[in-house]
């Protein structure tokens, strides 16, 4: 990996981070993204109900220009490798609100008892 792409990197996982902050959800940067087996992925976030969600970031100049375009048209994709389990690929602000949604309807139902 090249400096230039790594700074890249890094500041996409900053990026997500904020973006997940913005939204009441606590998110932190893994220290050397994943490169400590203890501390696996690029980016922790702490959903209230949930715990805490490994989350690896990519950025490509050009890699996921299929997935934008199937998205274009959709909400969700998902996708299936066979003999894999599906996954689900959303947009930032869809997988946010969802997550901002639960979480907020988690501490209603938390207060309500």
């Given at each position: ?28 940067r ?20 949930l ?41 930032l ?21």
């Amino acid at each position: 990996m090249t400096i230039k792409t790594g700074k890249k990197g890094t500041k996409f996982e900053y990026q997500i981070v904020r973006e997940h902050k913005k939204f009441g959800i606590d998110a932190k940067r893994v220290p050397r993204s994943g490169a400590i087996a203890e501390l696996p992925g690029d980016v922790h976030v702490f959903p209230t109900n949930l715990g805490r969600m490994v989350c690896e970031c990519k950025v490509r100049a050009q890699g996921f220009s299929e997935l934008y375009k199937w998205l274009a048209t959709n909400h969700v994709l998902f996708v299936k490798r066979d003999r894999e389990n599906p996954l689900a690929v959303v947009p930032l602000d869809l997988w946010l609100d969802t997550l901002a949604q639960s979480q907020q309807l988690q501490e209603k139902l938390a207060e309500e008892n």
